[in-house]
């Protein structure tokens, strides 16, 4: 950005969402570093514009935290991350929390097991319950 306007901040909005699936929090802090290295620049003008850019952004369905908060938490359980994690990580993204099914969970488990060799231990500290850590070790199903 060369300056502060409204069509420059869009621009950078969307150079970086076609580059990166982003939340709205994601969005307003690239976009307020972005202003904040824009030489002579007013941040009275950020501060009025970046909000009506990413609400635009929104509504132009180029941003939609439910449906990142879904695809995130997915890809995570798929990665052997417990309930607890995700929902920390997708605090941390600024994303709305997701209910994981115990099913769910103790596949993560499973996969956490297969692919570290995991122990009781290394389970307690990846965030699964003992019940969850002991049924993925022993193979057992949920009830």
Known sequence: MRRISEKSVAN????????????RK?????????AKRVKGGSLDEARRVI?????????????DDERLATATAASLNRAGKSGRM???????????????S????????????RKRKADLKKLA???FSFDVAKRALQGQPMR
């Open 125 to 127: 500290r990846a965030g």
């Open 12 to 23: 950078a909005a969307l150079f970086y969402l076609r580059r990166y699936a982003a939340s």
């Open 86 to 100: 995700i929902a920390l990580k997708l605090r941390l993204k600024g994303l709305p929390p997701r209910k994981i």
């Open 51 to 63: 909000p009506l850019v990413v609400e635009r952004m929104v509504r132009a369905g180029y941003l």
């Open 102 to 113: 115990p099913e769910d969970e103790l596949e993560a488990a499973r996969t956490l097991v």
């Open 26 to 34: 994601r969005l307003t802090q690239v976009l307020w570093r972005k």
